[in-house]
């Protein structure tokens, strides 16, 4: 089929950083991951988290080095960051845009608890104009439990 563009929303959070992880296990040779860091401040946290991603890109195009990547600094003004992770993607022609989503409202303390989606996963899910796929955070303990879905190439 045709290459697809992956636009990955990346913050200092586990929820983006496995949102990257799902979606460099998806890319296929010839697709382009756009990994978009999330920040209104360039500081440290932003190094690690660049630094954690390339680690995570580093692994995934050894084992497929016909994925394309590039990184794209989101330049924050006046808006959400939610307004500006959809306009980007649209910018960038995402067929997907990918991201993380952590809410901690309602006394939610982990992903099995969680009753909704944070608000920036639910305003890009409701507001981009291509596929968003929003990917839980990674459980803290794994009780072994199997997925209720899953995605197998060619399905």
Known sequence: GEPVTFVVALDDSPASMKALAQVCMLAKSGDEILGLTV????????????????????????SNAKTNVFWRELKMGAGTAAEHICQAAEELEADFLCLGSFNTAH???????????????????????????????????????????????GS
């Open 39 to 62: 920040s209104r401040h360039q500081g440290p946290k932003d190094v690690a988290v660049m630094d954690q991603a390339n680690e995570m890109i580093k692994a995934h195009t050894q």
């Open 107 to 153: 006394g939610a303390k982990d992903r099995d608890t969680m009753t909704s989606l944070g608000s920036t996963a639910l305003y890009c899910s409701v507001n981009a104009k291509c596929h968003a796929v929003v990917v839980k955070p990674p459980r803290l303990v794994d009780h072994g439990s199997s997925p209720i879905a899953s995605i197998r190439p």
